[in-house]
């Protein structure tokens, strides 16, 4: 009775409202033994307790004989895929050869039906007209999509130079070269409209297809190619699955509105052989990609092309992490150190997943949501296979992804794709590989570009040259900038004194930031923001979804909310250009600045009600903010003179009194206007040294900064001011 269970539990029928199992009496087992025997046959595969699948077609209610005694048999198990036998054990890949056998052999008795010899190739040859290629091509390619989909491989055998194999015994075992693991009959079942096929599960997986049935025509003999398609589906191990959208090809009913193996009929089959990877599990096995160039995506999980014109499954992939402790691998090189994005992602939605009662019907109500298999993570390793980075911060059914990862130089890296959780079935994904461009540097080093007042830093294959004070923005270090000489400190405080006398205003964009919506915040950083010195102006602009009430951003300065924007009333309009701005109080932006250590950060917040997605393809989405604001002096320069004011005398009355020079006077100043100014400034204009070249405007020399030349107007301008002891300009 034990042996009748497990036969009832992997029932299944092609086109069929029930399928109907049974063992082969004793006595038929014996027969079977002995003629093979006779013959010389291999023993080990003579179909002595191999369940039978017999296959109704929808209009033929399965015979009460078997009805109650199958019931009470399903009820005793529900699997996910309803996947209950293998030709190899879980997971794992095989090469299976498959065979016609030859017209005139006797095909016992399957499910009831008498014993007759196959006529496939005088009955398909007939519907066929003769075309003999047309419909071997059929079977072929219902192989190949099983092929193409999975760890499995196929071949045709036949014998003799024929057609057909070596004619042993229906239900000899396969030797790859005379005879197929998969041999394949025909002959009367039941007439036309009833049975239309029946297979063995695994280790026989042998089919017996009805004759009395039209095999041709239309989507380039769907019906043919779908029953042969679902009948290897029970050879390969599948039983029915029961679904509210009938739409897989292991489903009690046959279908033709698509072709082939759908979404959970993959899954299914990568449970049982793996994905067409297979075997991938270690560097070792890895699947090469080859070499990305720069700029190139490598995509991974694709379906293949149909063997014939069709749509692709919905929701198909042809990657999977099948199981528990399931890992894939996969090599790829770079020409030159590189920086690369990675995405992987899961694939699949809820759909109900129940199986088939013994009476044929369905159960239901058993949902299964087959994105949120397996926790997916990755891995990079170098060519040593170290890891070189981790990705396990998505949750189950998530995306992960990498970004701008730098590889640190040219050669063969791997991904290594893994579960993190422990998954009892398979989780389809697909993902990508782009190398998104060629690193400018791996170490510090590559990027010195010679300033010593500059910090030459290698961040992310990217080289940096910042320094830490940078007041007149530059790009040089202050402080190196005085002790190179290359900036004057007369007040010896650290800070150039063009910063302390002449700050420019402070004006910055963030440029468009996109999407902006609900879901989709965005941020920008005013790096290295100056202290503000009068009040600062926020002004936005945005094309997005905001014409009402409900859709508004919310504005955050490091941190603190300072209200909505672009709320209905300021006429916004949906997907057109509109503007609005906010005012803080120089206060408010310095104590922003210093709590963002020098940075400020300016935070949108988009309403529940802000579609990121509202305007058109192709339409921009995007929100802006510009800053602008008077920068605050730290020291008076009253003459102009580019020294602030603490550094001469006379409250920065000190044009005439020469504070620097090394020839003749030496005071720095000396507080006196006397003598010995008025004649070093005339041995230094005689020999048109430029300190002679005056730089005070509005007084006298009217062109500022100087830089006209050393002429007569300088000395008539610093005679005046000498003789009359530097009065305020």
């Known amino acids: ?98 065979s016609f056998v030859p017209d005139g052999l006797t095909i016992p008795s399957g499910i009831g039906e008498p014993t007759a010899p196959s006529n496939l190739f005088s009955t398909l040859d007939g519907q066929f007209g003769g075309n003999r290629a047309i419909w071997i091509s059929r079977f072929d390619q219902s192989f190949q999509r099983w092929a193409d989909l999975s760890g499995l491989n196929y071949i045709r055998v036949t014998d003799g130079g024929n057609d057909w194999d070596d004619g042993a015994f229906w239900g000899a075992s396969g030797n790859d070269v005379t005879r197929g693991d998969v041999r394949i009959s025909m002959k009367p079942i039941d007439g036309g409209s009833n049975t239309l096929a029946y297979n063995s599960f695994p280790t026989n997986s042998d089919m017996v297809i009805d004759s009395a049935e039209g095999w041709n025509g239309g989507s380039s003999d769907r019906f043919l190619r779908n029953t042969i398609m679902h009948e ?119 759909y109900d997943d129940s199986d088939q009662a013994g009476n044929g019907s369905c159960f239901s109500g058993n949902p299964n949501d087959s994105e949120e298999i397996a926790n997916l993570a990755f891995q990079i ?56 461009g060629a690193a400018e540097c791996t170490v510090n080093g590559d990027c010195d570009d010679g300033d010593p007042c500059t910090t030459d830093t290698c961040n992310n294959g990217e ?158 989405n995007y929100i802006q903010v510009d800053v602008s604001y008077d920068t605050n002096a730290s020291a008076s320069d009253t003459n102009m003179n580019g020294i602030p004011d603490e550094c001469e005398t006379g409250g920065g009355c000190a044009f005439a009194d020469i504070t620097t020079t090394s020839t003749c006077d030496t005071s720095t100043p000396d507080g006196v206007i006397d003598l010995s100014d008025f004649s070093c400034y005339l041995s230094l204009w005689s020999t048109s040294d430029a300190f002679a070249d005056i730089t005070l405007t509005g007084v006298c020399d009217v062109v500022a900064g100087g830089g006209d030349g050393v002429d007569l107007s300088d000395f008539s301008c610093y005679l005046n001011e000498w003789s009359a002891g530097c009065p305020m300009p």
């Open 1 to 98: 009775m034990q042996q009748l269970k497990k036969a009832a539990l992997v029932i299944a029928a092609a086109g069929c409202t029930a399928g109907v199992a049974f063992i082969a009496s004793q006595q038929d087992r014996s027969e079977h033994a002995r003629t093979a025997v006779a013959q010389g046959m291999d023993l080990t595969r003579v179909n002595t307790q191999t369940p039978v699948m017999a296959c109704f077609s929808p209009d033929t209610p399965l015979p009460e004989r078997y009805s109650a005694a199958i019931e009470s048999m399903f009820l005793e198990s529900m699997l996910r895929h309803n996947f209950v036998a293998s030709w190899t054990g879980t997971g794992q890949g095989t090469t299976l050869s498959w």
């Open 232 to 350: 290897h589906g029970h050879g390969l191990g599948a039983a029915h699955i029961c679904s509210t959208t009938t739409g897989y090809l292991m489903e009690p009913f046959l279908q033709t509105s698509f072709d082939g193996p759908q979404h959970d009929d993959i899954r299914g089959v990568h449970r049982g052989y793996g994905d067409p990877n297979e075997p991938d599990n270690n560097t070792a096995s890895a699947t090469d990609l080859g070499t990305i160039g720069s700029g190139a995506t490598v995509s991974l999980g694709g379906l293949p092309a149909q063997p014939v014109s069709a749509p692709q499954p919905n929701f198909g992939a042809n990657l999977s992490i099948d199981a528990n402790s399931e890992q894939d691998f996969f090599e790829f090189s770079v020409a030159t150190p590189a920086l690369i994005d990675v995405t992987i992602d899961p694939v699949g939605f809820t």
């Open 463 to 620: 080289c940096t040259n910042d320094a830490a004070n940078d007041c007149n923005n530059n790009g040089r270090d202050d402080v190196c900038e005085i002790a190179q000489g290359d900036a004057e400190d007369c007040n010896m405080n650290g800070i150039p004194d063009d910063c302390e006398i002449d700050p420019d205003p402070f004006a910055e964009s963030s440029g468009q930031l996109n999407p902006i919506g609900s879901g989709s915040p965005q941020s920008y950083t005013f790096v290295g923001a100056s202290e503000a010195g009068s009040d600062v102006t926020l002004d936005f602009e945005t094309i997005g979804d905001f014409n009402s009430g409900a859709e508004f951003l919310e504005v955050f300065v490091e941190g603190v909310s300072y209200g909505n924007i672009f709320v209905s009333g300021g006429a916004p309009v949906d997907c057109f250009l509109s503007t609005n701005q906010i005012i803080l109080t120089a206060g408010e932006w310095n104590t922003a600045r210093t709590s963002g250590g020098g940075n400020v950060t300016v935070d949108f917040i988009a309403s529940a009600d802000v579609d990121s997605g509202a305007c058109l393809p192709g339409q921009d």
């Open 381 to 436: 390793l170098d060519s040593g296979a170290t890891v070189i980075a981790t990705f396990d911060s998505a949750g189950l059914g998530q995306n992960e992804v990498a970004t701008d990862l730098l590889l640190p130089s040219a050669g063969t890296y791997f991904l290594r794709v893994f579960e993190t959780n422990s998954p009892p079935d398979s989780q389809l994904y697909q993902g990508s590989i782009t190398v998104t």
